[in-house]
């Protein structure tokens, strides 16, 4: 089994700052990587696929770049709506197997 | 528009069984995978499970092989999720969730159902 780190657990940032959000895989995934965004009481939702495509309709202030076990997001200027709780995905293994990271928390500072 | 309308909350006794509905509009059904992901309370998100609506193929992480049935109704265009033996832990709330093939990252999500195990 695949087995997803992410650091830091929380991440206290001031809007209008940088925030970067890291996450490992204990063996490669190749580019087979997504970014989930998740608010309080929603679903989550999609931000990046394959490492570092913008899902539809995703501001261009979020971005994500990596490959094999080593992925990073970076949201370049924090709106107000952009504190929550940030999960990564890989979909690398045959047979199907999704797992996630435990997620990033982005709070105000 | 795309979405995933799932089957409100249930609060079932220990041992029982819970069975999810997962009802998708706007695109043609079969040409999509379908997963469930479940959430406990304060908790991260759980790969259950996938179910190909096109042949009706499943995979099932290996940790719910024995407990969980996914199945799929073409002439509805509805998936579900049945998970039998319910036990305190399996309280939480469970996601279906689209995927373009069995290697894509999840774009659609439903609402989420609420399952609630107590005695």
């Known amino acids: 089994e695949i087995v997803m780190t992410q650091s830091p657990a929380t991440l206290s940032v001031s809007p209008g700052e940088r925030a970067t959000l890291s996450c490992r895989a204990s063996q490669s995934v190749s580019s087979n990587l997504a970014w989930y965004q998740q608010k309080p009481g929603q679903a989550p939702r999609l931000l990046i696929y394959g490492a570092s495509t913008r899902a539809t309709g995703i501001p261009a202030r979020f971005s994500g770049s990596g490959s094999g076990t080593e992925f990073t997001l970076t949201i370049s200027s924090l709106q107000s709506e952009d504190f929550a709780v940030y999960y990564c995905?890989?979909?690398?293994?045959?047979?199907?197997?999704?797992?996630f990271g435990p997620g990033t928390k982005v709070d105000i500072k | 528009q795309v979405q995933l309308v799932q089957s409100g909350a249930e609060v079932k006794k220990p041992g029982a069984s819970v069975k999810v509905s997962c009802k998708a509009s706007?695109?043609?059904?079969?040409?999509?995978?379908m997963h469930w992901v479940r959430q406990a309370p304060g908790q991260g998100l759980e790969w259950m499970g996938i179910?190909?609506?096109?042949?009706?193929?499943?995979s099932y992480a290996q940790k719910f092989q024995g407990r969980v049935t996914m199945t799929r109704d073409t002439s509805t265009s509805t998936v579900y999720m049945e998970l039998s033996s319910l036990r305190s832990e399996d309280t939480a709330v469970y996601y279906c969730a689209r995927g373009l093939n069995v290697r894509s990252a999840f774009d659609i999500w439903g609402q989420g159902t609420m399952v609630t195990v107590s005695s």
């Open positions: 995905q890989q979909y690398n293994n045959w047979p199907p197997e999704f797992t």
């Open positions: 179910i190909n609506p096109s042949g009706g193929s499943t």
């Open positions: 706007g695109y043609t059904f079969t040409s999509y995978y």
